[in-house]
């Protein structure tokens, strides 16, 4: 579907905002279900449920990575815009195909985008809220008038598939939008809000691989190349920092907790989805569930709940997004969605 470039011009609006013109999602075709892992781990499909919600997740193929993941990503959330050109490409990944370059520069390329600027964002499972406020920040001051905004991660390549406690939570797959400028009349996003706690850092890491094993005298700094997460306290300051943000960022756009119409948080798991509602007195019935079909998906994680959630959302309602990551990185997003292109019937999301 092609649709006609927005009416305006740089600096021929009052008050430019950033809207959601297309979004897409992909995720590899290899399901892997709990009683699939029960076989392998030692772990239960009841508590897997039980403890987090998922029933399932997907992993990549040999043949794919990352990048694989966002470009399809991305050019189906241009395909669902209507459109054959950005002006910038910001992608969110914390399992980028090398650990040098960044992967931004080959999915521009991948979906045939020219030169223009593409680098990395790396939040973790808040990196693609990180991303969609600065995209949100470059349109709004003129810098482009068109960003593709992309949150795909591959956990599969960090975790150790031996690891109970990590290898049932994570799958792979990639989340995109086109963010495009429009006037203030037409919504869009309205506020934002982001943080981090390094103190933390500890919390959730890949102790392996960078420059810190480099200069430590701790051999197992060296030795472990998998990712580790602390879950139990991730738990509780996922819910603190994802509340918490999510307050401030309904007070920047004048929005009563009531209000809003779909609540699309970080897809870690189930008992956070419901203690975050509750917490913000928003009816568990408006928050977007998408982890049990594909697990926690780090950074595409609210891309993906997004493009599931999209055929759902009418013309106007109000998101708010909020995600909490290692780093310790949260953030928050409150926005409207677009009025300025119908994105009912978003049938290019794929099988999501
Ligand atoms: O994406 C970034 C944000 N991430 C998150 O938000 C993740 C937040 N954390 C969590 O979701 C939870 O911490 C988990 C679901 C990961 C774990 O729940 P928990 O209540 O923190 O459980 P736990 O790690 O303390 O483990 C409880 C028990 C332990 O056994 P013992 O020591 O009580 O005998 C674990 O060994 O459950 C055991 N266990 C398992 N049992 C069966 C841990 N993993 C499994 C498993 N299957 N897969």
């Known amino acids: 579907m092609q649709r006609d470039a927005p009416s305006f011009g740089r600096g021929s609006v009052t008050c430019r905002v950033?809207?959601?013109?297309?979004?897409?999602?992909?995720?590899?075709?290899?399901?892997?279900?709990?009683a699939q892992l029960s076989e392998q781990l030692d772990t239960s499909d009841e508590w897997i449920r039980r403890m987090t919600g998922i029933q399932s997740r997907n992993h990549n193929g040999v043949d794919s990575a990352t990048s694989d993941l966002a470009a399809e990503a991305g050019r189906r959330a241009m395909a669902h815009a209507g459109v054959q050109a950005v002006d910038m490409v910001i992608l969110a990944t914390s399992t980028p195909d090398f650990r040098c370059p960044a992967t931004?520069?080959?999915?521009?390329?991948?979906?045939?985008?020219g030169t223009v600027p593409a680098f990395d964002v790396a939040a973790v499972c808040a990196g693609f809220v990180y991303a969609l406020a600065l995209g949100n920040s470059v349109i709004r001051s003129q810098m482009a008038d068109r960003v593709l905004v992309i949150g795909a991660d591959s956990f599969t390549s960090i975790v150790d598939p031996n690891d109970r406690k990590t290898a049932v939570i994570f799958g792979d797959g990639a989340g995109a939008v086109v963010l495009g400028a429009a006037d203030g009349n037409c919504g869009g996003i309205l506020a934002t809000?982001?943080?981090?706690?390094?103190?933390?850092?500890?919390?959730?890491?890949?102790?392996?691989?960078?420059?810190?094993?480099?200069?430590?005298?701790?051999?197992?700094?060296?030795?472990?190349?998998?990712?580790?997460?602390?879950?139990?306290?991730?738990?509780?300051?996922?819910v603190k920092a994802m509340t918490e943000s999510s307050k401030r960022v309904l007070k920047g756009a004048e929005w009563s907790n009531d209000t809003v119409d779909h609540l699309i948080a970080h897809q870690?798991?189930?008992?956070?989805l419901n203690i975050v509602a509750?917490?913000?007195?928003?009816?568990?019935?408006r928050a977007v569930l998408h982890l049990d079909k594909v697990g926690n998906t780090s950074a595409a994680s609210i891309p993906l709940a997004m493009a599931y959630a999209a055929p759902r959302i009418q013309q106007g309602q109000r998101l708010l997004l909020t995600a909490f990551g290692g780093g310790t990185a949260w953030g928050s997003v409150a926005l409207t969605w677009s009025n300025n292109y119908a994105l009912e019937g978003v049938s290019n999301v794929g099988d999501i």
Request: charged share 15%; no cysteine; aromatic share 8%.
């Open 18 to 34: 950033a809207v959601i013109e297309g979004v897409g999602a992909y995720i590899p075709p290899t399901i892997v279900t709990n």
């Open 268 to 272: 870690a798991n189930l008992r956070i």
């Open 193 to 238: 809000d982001l943080g981090s706690d390094g103190s933390f850092a500890h919390l959730i890491r890949v102790p392996a691989g960078g420059a810190r094993a480099f200069s430590s005298s701790d051999p197992t700094m060296f030795d472990n190349p998998y990712f580790e997460m602390e879950g139990k306290q991730v738990f509780a300051e996922a």
């Open 278 to 285: 509750d917490n913000l007195g928003i009816s568990r019935d």
């Open 104 to 113: 931004a520069p080959s999915v521009a390329a991948m979906i045939g985008l």
